[in-house]
């Protein structure tokens, strides 16, 4: 029996947010004029795509323009909520491998403390990316921690109801075959 960490499906998981901690990271290293062409770059793509969806909307426009580093944070940290989501699932449907290995009950490992975990590692990510900002020169933001929890358990919320969804969902079409063959 494999452990946990053994899977491939949990390594790839783990994989991906390391990638999306780095890309958090290098985002936060960049100097203050780097880090506005960027964002200037980033904003002409999303003008383009705002106009195609809703052409002359100037309201969304200006909305997008003067929120675009916010809306990143957002995005970033969304990112990494959906993942963190991923891993939790992933404990959720291995538990009862891991639980009955390490020979501890199943009321000794909820899923909420998984979760909680989750979001104390987001808080983290969000910490130390202000602190990597404050180090370059940028000025960190509370505000933007705020944003970045936001985005973080919003999409770890609805990652995780999601996947427990579909498993709900595939073992009831699971029991359901099962049903029909006898």
Not at 101 to 127: D, H, M, T, W, Y
Request: one cysteine or more.
């Amino acid at each position: 029996m494999r452990s946990f960490f053994e899977s491939i499906k949990v390594k790839i998981v783990i994989f991906i947010i390391i990638i999306t901690v780095g890309f958090i990271f290098v985002q936060s290293m960049l100097t203050p004029e780097a880090s506005q062409k960027e964002s200037d770059s980033v904003g002409e793509v999303v003008e383009d795509v705002i106009e195609t969806v809703a052409p002359g909307n100037e309201t969304l426009l200006d909305f997008v323009n003067k929120n675009i580093r916010k809306i990143a944070h957002f995005a970033e940290f969304g990112a990494l909520g959906f993942e963190a989501a991923a891993l939790v699932f992933l404990w959720y449907c291995y538990r009862r491998r891991i639980l009955e290995k390490i020979q501890i009950s199943e009321n000794a490992l909820p899923l909420l403390f998984r979760c909680l975990l989750s979001f104390n590692f987001g808080l983290l990510v969000a910490v130390f990316d202000e602190t990597i900002q404050l180090i370059v020169g940028r000025g960190a933001e509370v505000r933007d921690v705020w944003i970045d929890m936001f985005g973080f358990s919003s999409l770890f919320v609805i990652g995780i109801t999601i996947m427990i969804l579909i498993r709900f969902f595939v073992n009831l079409i699971k029991k359901h075959k099962k049903g029909t063959k006898l």
